[in-house]
């Protein structure tokens, strides 16, 4: 156990999660005489230029706008600095300047959105995070303000990770120790890890001083997930877990701290959907004895699916540092402290309203409007709002779930169909999605949420 948190600390103070504060702490201001900054301002979705924006150093009273063309150039003495946008139509943009060049820098504004009753809006508020076009993603994560992205580049033939501000701008670029590729992998502490299609695992950190991307604690893939995947998260001194049992049906949660081990502080069973399935097994059981007859088939195995994660009890932390386990079968969320005392039960029923199978009725109808609940939750990373998605005819909704009530507050449909891998963070979520120019081709998406 000693060496287990050995190990933990060693991650914190040398690994990934140092890289979440890499670029809050910027190089020094670059000072000159007089430096020209020229750019072109386009629509976010069009990407056509926007003449007519004003352009303004941000706490200063120089300023400039920009020509039919959307060119402008501003002069600015150091850096740090914020250029503001502004624009009849749409949103105020602040973008930073680190360090000056002679090129001509492009930047992207938002169209504002107007709300219509009845009507569901869904291609707006997003851009695209990496926006140069000869490349493609295979797997990114979001680490605090910046994403790691792993593109191929080259006719999609070299691989090759590369890290983000929020901007979408490139604050580095790292070479991948092994090839070919397989996905990145975060764990609970937040550390991001490379994985190769061979099975090895190595941890990516970026340095700021060499702009260097660095690749260390070689492993295998089966060893990480053994050390990482039953930890939810750190709160306190305290890790915690989840263990699901062996016939699926329950849960145990508790926390490894270094003074006690390992605690167990609540347990999960669901004794009403154990019997239910086992009682459908023996029906279908006796029925495939026949040549005609309904065997189990695939609608009663996905039957059985929707049944089977409505046991599994999601659990996430809350704002206030409590634990909150959504037990689906129950239809109610279990808001527990640190210990596992119960603090409170909040009842729910999105995830019954929308079509999901129940003993009373296995093949219920779909809600108004053809969408269904897609047995999926989501926390932002940044404020800890936890959400769920929604599905129709290949196109996604996210809402976010009142921890107080239950209640759903307003949905966003996500702008593209079959969205892959979907993170929120600061209200924003990114998310993975074919190309419209060529389906071969992935982008990285983020896309506002309603608030």
Not at 156 to 183: F, H, M, W
Not at 374 to 400: A, I, P, W
Request: include cysteine.
């Amino acid at each position: 156990m000693e060496q287990f948190f050995v190990l933990l600390k060693r991650s914190c103070i040398t690994g990934f999660s140092g890289f979440i504060l890499i670029f809050l702490l910027l190089s020094p201001a670059v000072y000159c005489q007089q430096h020209v900054i020229r750019g072109c301002v386009k629509d976010e979705i069009t990407r056509q230029p926007v003449p007519n924006v004003n352009v303004r150093l941000y706490g200063t009273s120089t300023g400039s706008s920009t020509d039919k063309s959307g060119k402008f150039s501003v002069t600015v003495h150091k850096t740090p600095a914020t250029i503001v946008f502004s624009c009849i139509g749409y949103e105020d943009s602040y973008y930073d300047i680190m360090s000056l060049s002679p090129a001509t820098i492009e930047f992207f504004l938002r169209p504002k959105t107007y709300s219509l009753e009845g009507v569901e809006i869904s291609d707006r508020k997003y851009s695209y995070l990496f926006k140069k076009k000869d490349y493609s993603v295979l797997d990114y994560e979001l680490t605090g303000d910046q994403v790691l992205l792993m593109i191929f580049r080259s006719q999609l033939k070299k691989a090759e990770l590369v890290l983000l501000n929020r901007l979408g701008d490139t604050l580095g670029i790292g070479y991948l120790p092994e090839q070919p590729p397989s996905c990145l992998y975060k764990d609970f502490l937040q550390n991001v890890h490379y994985i190769s299609k061979n099975g090895a695992a190595y941890q990516c950190y970026f340095e700021k001083e060499s702009g260097k991307m660095h690749f260390l604690y070689k492993t295998t893939m089966d060893s990480l997930m053994d050390h990482t995947e039953p930890f939810l998260f750190k709160m306190g001194e305290r890790i915690y877990f989840l263990e699901r049992q062996p016939n699926g049906f329950g849960a145990a949660i508790g926390y490894y701290s270094k003074e006690a081990g390992k605690q167990y502080i609540s347990k999960c069973f669901n004794e009403r959907k154990m019997k239910e399935y086992f009682d459908d097994q023996r029906f279908y059981s006796r029925w495939n004895d026949f040549s005609s007859g309904g065997g189990y088939d695939e609608y009663e195995a996905r039957a059985h699916q929707l049944f089977f994660w409505s046991t599994i009890f999601p659990v996430v932390r809350t704002k206030d540092s409590q634990i909150a386990v959504f037990d689906f079968a129950n239809d109610i969320i279990n808001i527990l402290d640190g210990d596992g005392e119960l603090v409170r039960t909040i009842p729910i029923t999105f995830h019954k309203d929308q079509g999901t199978p129940t003993a009373e009725n296995p093949s219920p109808s779909l809600s108004v409007n053809g969408w269904h609940w897609g047995n999926q939750l989501y926390t932002d990373s940044y404020n800890l709002d936890v959400y769920t998605v929604f599905l129709k005819n290949g196109m996604t909704r996210l809402h976010e779930i009142n921890m107080q009530t239950g209640e759903l507050e307003t949905g966003t449909v996500l702008p593209f169909p079959f969205p892959r891998k979907i993170e929120i963070y600061k209200g924003e979520a990114c998310f993975l999605c074919k190309d419209t120019g060529d389906e071969q081709k992935w982008k990285l998406v983020k896309c506002m949420l309603n608030p």
